[in-house]
């Protein structure tokens, strides 16, 4: 949970605030001032703004599984005594299911 709350508050909120106000400016100010750099800040805003992407994906991966954690509505202790509960065969039958056979009855 302390993993989830710190990436969240680092990556989705701090890091777009970093780049777009202090990365980006800072190559345009680099791109205007020398007309030879401009290549390299425009490759620097290209991976600024593609890494920032990439944050906000991971940060939808990491909230869909805190709903998805959240949406089960148990400790890993109800999750364990459910998995026990259930029989072997309804595991087996369960696995061909997903690989498309259909269960066979003992």
């Known amino acids: ?14 890091f777009p605030f970093v780049v777009f106000g202090q990365v980006l400016p800072d190559l345009y100010h680099v ?8 290549v390299g800040a425009a490759v620097g805003s290209a991976l600024a703004f593609g890494f920032l992407l990439l944050q906000l994906y991971w940060s939808r991966l990491i909230l869909r599984q805190i709903l998805k954690r959240g949406g089960e509505g148990g400790s890993k202790a109800s999750i364990r ?14 696995l061909d299911d997903v690989r498309g056979h259909r269960a066979v009855e003992a």
């Open 31 to 38: 791109a205007s001032r020398d007309p030879d750099e401009r």
């Open 1 to 14: 949970v302390a993993f989830a709350a710190l990436f969240l508050l680092t990556r989705t909120a701090l």
């Open 81 to 94: 005594s459910r998995e026990e509960a259930s029989s072997p065969a309804t595991a087996y039958s369960q």
